[in-house]
Each structure stands twice: as structure tokens, then as C-alpha cells.
């Protein structure tokens, strides 16, 4: 799918009221991986989103689970609300967690809540 210049301007609700507006500069397919590899740029109002936040409206307008998503680079300059990333979007949750190295895959999901004993 080549959907370059893709833009969401559709405000993302959360704790924390942020809006966000995407858009896809670049959307390769590889598949020698079996992902899709996705260039964007993301405006926001208010502090910098987090990497859950910016993963979940990733997942939000592709149309796939967070757990089939690895992002991979973000940039922001100092004064600007605008930040620029990359992002490795996989056909399945196994192809992810057989092609990244687990430390990149643990990245920006929220972690496991441990039982009191």
C-alpha cells in the first residue's frame, strides 16, 4: 500500500487532552519481513505525547492491534509541537516478536502489573 500523504486531523481524547494530528509521509511495504514500514509526521497541542499515546493513535488509523507495532524513531525539535517518527507495522504479533529484538518490542507498551504476595 502506497498511502503517502495520508492526514488525520481527528483530535485524540485521553487523560491528558492532547490532540494530535497525523500524517503519513511514507508507507512501504517489505516483504522479505512481512511488515509495512511507516514514515509520519505528528502535530500536537500541549506537552509531547507519550509513546503509548502516539502507538495507540498509530493503531487508530492503520487499523491494526498495538501489539503488531514497533516504533521505531522519534525526532522533536526544542520549541516546536511537531515531532517526526517511524514506525514497523507487522502482519501478526509472532512475525513481530520473531524479527525485533525484545527490548525494541518491550518499548511503549505499558508494563506488567506485579501481584502483591
Known sequence: ???????????????????????I??????ELL????VQFTLKYDGATPSRMQIIG?????????????TLDTLHSSFGKTE??????????????????RPHLAARGMPKPKEEAA
Open 1 to 23: 500500500m502506497t498511502g503517502e500523504g495520508h492526514v488525520l486531523n481527528n483530535p485524540l481524547s485521553n487523560n491528558y487532552r492532547i490532540s494530535m494530528d497525523f500524517e
Open 25 to 30: 509521509t511514507s508507507d512501504k511495504r517489505n
Open 34 to 37: 512481512s511488515r509495512r514500514e
Open 57 to 69: 493513535k498509530l493503531c487508530a488509523l492503520l487499523n491494526v492491534k498495538e501489539h503488531q507495532v
Open 83 to 100: 515531532l517526526t517518527g517511524s514506525a514497523r507495522v507487522y502482519e501478526s504479533e509472532e512475525s513481530r516478536n520473531k524479527t525485533e
